[in-house]
């Protein structure tokens, strides 16, 4: 699958929120946009000893999570977060990146309870919230699944310097389609700030190794 195509898909959420959220997730659209004027990984910490003078990137959105109820990453304040971009139907990126995403929860044992892991899809068509929190909860009972709107989606994708695509066949049904999309783990930390991206693959005892580090040096930040 190839992880860096550029197009967004155009797709239609059936259940919708309402037109005040709607607007909301605009709003956050637009300070995203004044935000990420800096080229792709600025503002990215990505080693807690390291310092800059530029400010870490925020990532800003607001999608619907278990029971339709409004979430932002305002929710989340005071927990690190681990998150993910994908869809339930992937044939192999995604159920790769939630093994690993598990396998990292567990490797951090009691810690764990400091991070929060989110999967955000980018298939709002197929992926309708019964089905992502049923998907989430067949690798973690802790892992939150997260869609919304096309609209609001590309906002949180935007805010992750995240790009998708949905890839259909020639002659395929409206829902025969694949999304091509970047993969990895992203890291955010208890004050909303983008720590590091991890990219697809990494070894999980590494990505548990510079977690450790973090929650390590949280009390000296």
């Known amino acids: 699958m190839n992880t860096n195509r550029l197009k967004r898909p155009a797709v239609a959420w059936g259940a919708g929120l309402s037109a005040g959220l709607l607007s909301l997730g605009l709003a956050l659209a637009g300070a995203a946009q004044a935000q990420h004027s800096a080229p792709a990984g600025a503002g990215v910490v990505d080693e807690p000893e390291a310092t800059t003078e530029a400010p870490r990137r925020v990532p800003r959105w607001i ?11 305002l929710d989340f304040a005071g927990r690190y977060q681990l998150v993910a971009f994908g869809y339930v139907s992937c044939p192999d990126v995604c159920p790769t990146t939630m093994l690993e995403m598990q396998q990292v929860l567990a490797s951090l044992g009691e810690v764990a309870r400091k ?5 955000i899809s980018v298939d709002p068509q197929r992926d309708s919230l019964p089905v992502l929190a049923e998907y989430t909860r067949s690798f973690d009972d802790r892992i939150i699944g997260l869609t919304s709107r096309p609209e609001l989606v590309a906002v949180a994708a935007k805010a992750f310097d995240v790009r998708y695509e949905i890839v259909r066949e020639p002659g395929a049904a409206a829902n025969a389609y694949t999304v091509d999309h970047t993969a990895g783990l992203f890291l955010v930390g208890p004050e ?10 990494t070894p999980v005892d590494q990505v548990v190794a510079r977690i450790r580090r973090w929650l390590e040096a949280e009390p000296q930040r």
């Not at 991070?115 to 999967?119: A, C, E, I, K």
């Not at 700030?193 to 991890?198: A, D, E, H, P, V």
């Open 115 to 119: 991070v929060q892991p989110l999967f």
């Open 63 to 73: 999608l619907q999570g278990p029971g339709g109820r409004a979430v932002t990453a």
């Open 192 to 201: 909303g700030q983008l720590l590091t991206r991890f990219g697809y693959s």
